[in-house]
């Protein structure tokens, strides 16, 4: 299903991306919010697709992140290298995959997303993370990208982007952790803030229990190591007067908030 298209004053359809020198005031932002959806509703993308490729967009700290998760995907060990992106959203990983060699397969529900995602490079494909419509081992990479955050069957995502991998695949995650510290600062505060975090698009019973990733991807044969993140301080306040153009994100000691998880797939039995 397509919408109908509609030009803006400027002459820009909802999908071009605007002018960064055009910054939105924080009402003009959290207007932004669909309140007519539940926590975590899927169609928020769709009536938010405008949004995807504006690095001072609503979903800005996205980019920060998608830049993160791209520097741990390693160059290509073999010609045909295929990294399944779950959760692809509109394909803000793309650039951070140049050069490396691989053929980037994206998978989401949103229509308008996937459609974004194919006009930069993606192969998109529709479908549900706990579900998805590819074959066994046929992943060099899967990229779980604040995902597993938004859905309601952790096992089944697990198992999914598990069984995509090759033997000796590597797993790559950055989610929101199941505290009451993550809940507070990543959705009581950071919803709240414009340009951090759209209004409603987490659902806080839906954040991810550490262990049981942990332990959900070893019965599948990967090992997670655990990383905490968070923005740099100095890079988000120059950011946040037009000084930067992204904000790079840092280790911390905890896993509390924001981490990153990465193993590789052992041998098959």
Not at 78 to 102: F, I, N, Q, S
Not at 226 to 248: M, N, Q, T
Request: net charge neutral.
């Amino acid at each position: 299903m397509r919408r109908q298209t509609r030009t803006a004053p400027d002459g820009r359809t909802p999908d071009d991306p605007a002018p960064d020198d055009l910054p939105r005031d924080a009402l003009a932002l959290d207007d932004l919010a669909p309140n007519d959806l539940a926590p975590n509703d899927p169609a928020m993308y769709d009536r938010l697709a405008g949004e995807w490729w504006r690095p001072r967009g609503a979903f800005a700290v996205l980019h920060w992140l998608a830049a993160a998760r791209g520097a741990l995907v390693p160059q290509a060990g073999r010609p045909g290298a295929v990294l399944v992106d779950l959760g692809c959203g509109a394909g803000l990983l793309a650039p951070h995959l140049e050069g490396k060699g691989y053929t980037h397969i994206g998978v989401d529900l949103s229509r308008e997303s996937l459609r974004l995602a194919a006009a930069h490079g993606v192969l998109a494909v529709r479908g549900d993370v706990c579900a998805v419509p590819l074959p066994d081992g046929c992943a060099d990479v899967v990229a779980a990208g604040e995902i597993l955050e938004h859905v309601p069957d952790l096992p089944a995502a697990v198992a999914e982007a598990c069984r995509l991998l090759r033997p000796g695949g590597l797993l790559l995650v950055d989610t929101l952790a199941a505290t009451a510290l993550c809940r507070f600062l990543a959705i009581t505060v950071a919803e709240r803030i414009p340009r951090i975090a759209v209004r409603g698009v987490h659902d806080p019973a839906l954040l991810v229990d550490r262990r049981a990733l942990v332990e959900e991807c070893a019965r599948h044969g990967v090992d997670l190591v655990l990383r905490g993140v968070r923005p740099s301080l100095v890079d988000a306040f120059r950011w946040g007067l037009g000084r930067r153009a992204g904000v790079r994100m840092v280790p911390v000691p905890t896993t509390a908030v924001l981490f990153q998880a990465w193993g590789r797939r052992g041998p098959l039995a």
